[in-house]
């Protein structure tokens, strides 16, 4: 990656803070390209002096999407969001925006890494899953040998999974399984995404390919809420909710600003979440998946430490 000049779209997000360091290390110029581009300045402690530089571009604007990419021989996108609300739409996001890079990638970039995400499929009831298929295709029309990349749910310290379980375990004294919580996951490392970015770059018979990103480990949805409470020092019921009433809740809390869970996400925790058999994978790539529990213990860690908020119930009854 020495002497490349890499644009990153979404860089500052958890996984794009790891792809930056990545990228990085190995010499790259990363240009971090942001809706508010101030939110990328603290990427700039990651590399050299100017190795690192945060520009601005919306994936609704054509031309500032171009203006990032110009001179760029690697493109990546890494944005997505997880619920809809006010002017941010699956379809927008994640099929037009990627449309928009794919593009503007087209004109001079050798290589486009697209972040999709496993279960990504046409036919899956989930808008999201829906619109996750749909910026592939788009993708694709525009730059056929760009690499599709399908990470699972992905954990580490930053994450938005394991972290938001055992800050909810902190508070309530029940976490919900929604439909019994018999679906099936594969958690991937996020640095191990990284590793699996940088050897597509490193590899140029990985053109055109897709890629499903799963970890070592499949497991219930129950199996990990009981991980989390353990690691998290944390003994909490575990409650059987009706994907039914499921759906009548999360309607209500998909009002909100940033709602814990949405009518969407019910409908995809109705299926399994794990590498597709025969899919290309980590190992395809050379990198050797981490499994969940030797990142998760230290990842919550500070959930065990903060027992202030824990109550009597859990100092009298520890995990």
């Known amino acids: 990656m020495a002497a490349e000049r890499v644009t990153i779209?979404?860089?500052s997000g958890f996984l794009g803070r790891y792809m930056v360091r990545r990228l990085a290390a190995d010499g790259a110029t990363i240009i971090a390209a942001q809706r508010h581009p101030e939110e990328a300045r603290f990427l700039k402690m990651a590399g050299d002096p100017g190795q690192i530089v945060p520009i601005a571009a919306s994936l609704a604007d054509a031309a500032s999407v171009s203006r990032a990419v110009a001179g760029a021989?690697?493109?990546i996108n890494l944005v997505g969001i997880l619920d809809e609300s006010g002017?941010?739409?699956f379809n927008a996001?994640?099929?037009d925006g990627a449309r928009r890079i794919a593009e503007a990638a087209a004109a001079g970039a050798?290589?486009?890494?697209?972040?999709?995400?496993?279960g990504a499929s046409a036919q899956s009831p989930s808008a999201y899953a829906r619109s996750k298929a749909g910026g592939e295709r788009a993708v694709l029309d525009a730059f056929p040998s760009a690499t599709i990349l399908r990470p699972g749910v992905v954990f580490g310290a930053e994450d938005n999974f394991l972290n938001r379980f055992a800050a909810m375990a902190r508070l309530s004294p029940a976490l919900p399984l929604i439909g019994g919580g018999h679906n099936r996951m594969q958690p991937v490392f996020v640095g191990d995404v990284a590793a699996a970015a940088a050897a597509v770059l490193a590899d140029p018979r990985t053109a055109g390919r897709t890629y499903e990103l799963g970890g070592p480990g499949v497991y219930?949805?129950?199996?990990?809420m009981e991980l989390v409470l353990s690691y998290s020092g944390r003994r909490r019921l575990l409650v059987w909710v009706p994907t039914p009433l499921a759906s009548v809740l999360a309607a209500v809390l998909g009002l909100l600003p940033q709602p814990p869970l949405t009518r969407d996400q019910v409908r995809q925790l109705q299926y399994d979440n794990v590498v597709a058999d025969g899919a290309l994978s980590l190992a395809d790539l050379g990198v050797t998946a981490t499994p969940l529990e030797t990142v998760a213990p230290q990842t919550l860690a500070r959930f065990r430490r903060a027992g202030g908020l824990a109550g009597a119930a859990d100092r009298a009854r520890p995990a």
């Open 73 to 75: 021989s690697v493109v």
């Open 220 to 224: 219930s949805m129950r199996r990990l």
């Open 9 to 11: 779209f979404g860089a």
């Open 93 to 95: 996001v994640h099929r």
């Open 110 to 118: 050798r290589r486009l890494i697209q972040v999709s995400a496993l």
């Open 87 to 89: 002017g941010r739409r």
